[in-house]
């Protein structure tokens, strides 16, 4: 993937993951990355609708993962799509907690581990440093 491909990338989600919605701002001690909403594996390509900015946390535990197991109902349930689906669709923040809103959300808060201790605390920091 090309440098121009990354820049566009970035610029649309406005630096911030589009799955935490994490600022790279904030965590300056990791560089986001574009990573493939379908992997390559599952025939996902370098198209930029198949394109997301996503913070090393996010990306790491997303993988080529398309789905999750739902904690609600215990059912499978499809990952967020950020060129498909609106976050505040499925997600909402609670305090420091991100929230999943749907089966799509609860799956996606799960499987990408949103709401580690670590990153439960940095968010709360933030809260409090921004005022």
């Not at 390509?45 to 198949?50: A, E």
């Not at 789905?67 to 990952?79: E, K, S």
């Amino acid at each position: 993937m090309d440098a121009a491909t990354r820049a566009f990338v970035r610029s649309r989600a406005a630096d911030r993951c589009e799955y935490c919605h994490a600022h790279q701002d904030d965590d300056p001690w990791y560089i986001f990355q574009t990573e493939h909403i379908v992997s390559k594996q599952h025939g996902g390509t370098d198209d930029p609708d198949n394109l997301a900015f996503a913070c090393p946390h996010c990306n790491q535990h997303k993988g080529p993962n398309l789905a999750g197991i739902d904690p609600f109902d215990g059912r499978p349930a499809l990952l967020f799509h950020p060129r498909q689906q609106e976050w505040d669709d499925h997600f909402a923040h609670r305090g420091p907690l991100i929230i999943g809103q749907t089966a799509t959300g609860r799956a996606t808060v799960r499987v990408l581990n949103m709401n580690d201790e670590l990153r439960v605390v940095f968010r709360d920091w933030l809260r409090t440093v921004r005022g």
